[in-house]
C-alpha cells in the first residue's frame, strides 16, 4: 500500500518532506518514490497539512453485484449512447462545415462520457474485477492480425484479482 | 407570483424576485420572458423550466423492447457487445486505472479502447438521426432504468443515470436549436464540455463548477473549432 500525493492539491515543501524516514516523498517530480515506501507507514498522510496524500490500497473489495434488470437497462442505454456518439463522430468526419463539425465534435465527447459512466454502472467499476477479466478472457479469441493481444495479455497477469476470484 | 426549476441544474426563477442583472425586474412574469431567456447557471433554455408547486406525474416504468436481451448479460458476453460499446467500457476501466495509479494498465485499456473504436464508424447519417434516439432515451430509456436502479436500491446506477438524464436534456435542447438555426446556434459562442459528466454548455467562458456534476472548472474542456 504505497503513499500517493495528489499534485493539485499539494501545497509544495512542507511536513511530508520532514517525517518521511526513507526520503520517499522528496521527489523532483513530486510524485512519491513507491519503492522507498514502507508499506503501512502512513506518517506522511497523517502529517499533510493539505490532505493531499493518500494510500492506494493494493486490494480491492469485490463489485457490488448489479441486479439482472439494472445490468439490461443500463447496458441498453449505454448503448444507445454510444450509437449518439458513433452518429456525431461520424457528422463531424465528414461535413464541410467547420461549425458543424465542432457541435458534433462536442456531441461526441457527450455521448461517450455519458455512455462510460452508463456503462461502468452496469457492472464494470473496477478494472480488476471479475466482470472486466471475464470480458478481456472473451477478447483473447480474437486472432485479428493488427489486435493488441499484448495489451489484454498484460492486463490480466498484472491486475491484482479482487478477493472473490480466488 | 410563481416559480420554476431549471431541470438541469436546479436553479429557480422567482416571478417575485426577477433576475435584475439580466434586466427582468421583480414581478417579471414568466409568459413575459423572452424567449432566448436562458438559465443564468447552466444556459439551458425556458423550455427546460418546470413550474414548481406542480409534482410531475410520477413516470411510468415502460420496459424498453430490448433487441439484445439474449444470454446472461450479467457477465460481459463478448458477443452481446457492439465494438462501440466495448470501447466505451475500456476507455471507462483506463480511467478507473489512472485512479488507482496504474499507469501501464491504464494504457493497455487504452490501447483496447483505440482499437474497438476504429471499428464502430457509423455511414450515412445526420445529427438528425442522434436527434430520434435521444428523444427515445428521455421518453422511455431513463425512466425504465431509474425503476430498475431505483427497484435495486443501486444508488451508484441511479446516480449515473441522474447525470445523464439532465446531460441528455441539455442536448435535446441543443439539438432542437440545431435543426432550426444551423451553423448560426453557434455564431457568437464557444462550446464547453464537462469532461466527467458530458454536460454541453454554449457561453463566453467555462462555468466555475459544473452545473450537473460539479467538477471544477479545469475538468471542464472548450471545443475548439478547426
Ligand atoms: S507512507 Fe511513510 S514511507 Fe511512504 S512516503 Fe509516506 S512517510 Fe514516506
Ligand atoms: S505535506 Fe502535503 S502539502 Fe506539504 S509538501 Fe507534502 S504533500 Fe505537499
Ligand atoms: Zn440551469
Ligand atoms: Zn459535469
Known sequence: ?166 | MRRFECSVCGYIYDEAVGLPEKGLAPGTKWEDLPEDFVCPLCSAPKTVFKPLGETAAPQPAIKRNNPVVNGDRAHGDIRDLSAGEIAAICSSLAKGCEKQRLIEEMEAYSALADYFKTKGMAQGVTLADTAVMLNEDIAKGFAAAKAAAQADGDRGALRSLIWSEKVSIMLQSLLDRFANEGDDMLSNTKIFVCDICGFIMLGGAAPEICPVCKVPQYKIVEIERR
Open chain 1, 1 to 166: 500500500m504505497p503513499a500517493y500525493r495528489n499534485v493539485r492539491l499539494c501545497g509544495k515543501d512542507c511536513m511530508c518532506l520532514y517525517v518521511c524516514p526513507t526520503g520517499a516523498t522528496n521527489t523532483e517530480n513530486s510524485i512519491i518514490d513507491t519503492a522507498k515506501c514502507i508499506p503501512g507507514c502512513m506518517a506522511c498522510v497523517n502529517a499533510c497539512p493539505s490532505g493531499a496524500i493518500s494510500m492506494i490500497p493494493d486490494e480491492y473489495p469485490p463489485q457490488q453485484p448489479k441486479s439482472p434488470e439494472v445490468v439490461t437497462e443500463q447496458r441498453a442505454l449505454g448503448r444507445s449512447k454510444v450509437q449518439q456518439e458513433e452518429i456525431a463522430a461520424a457528422v463531424a468526419a465528414t461535413t464541410d462545415s467547420a461549425v458543424t463539425r465542432q457541435f458534433a465534435e462536442a456531441l461526441a465527447k457527450s455521448n461517450l462520457r455519458m455512455a462510460e459512466d452508463i456503462l461502468r454502472e452496469s457492472g464494470y467499476l473496477l478494472p480488476q474485477s471479475a466482470e472486466a477479466r471475464e470480458l478481456l478472457t472473451a477478447m483473447l479469441e480474437n486472432t485479428a492480425p493488427d489486435f493488441p493481444t499484448d495489451a489484454v495479455e498484460r492486463l490480466l497477469n498484472q491486475l491484482h484479482k479482487t478477493p472473490d476470484q480466488n
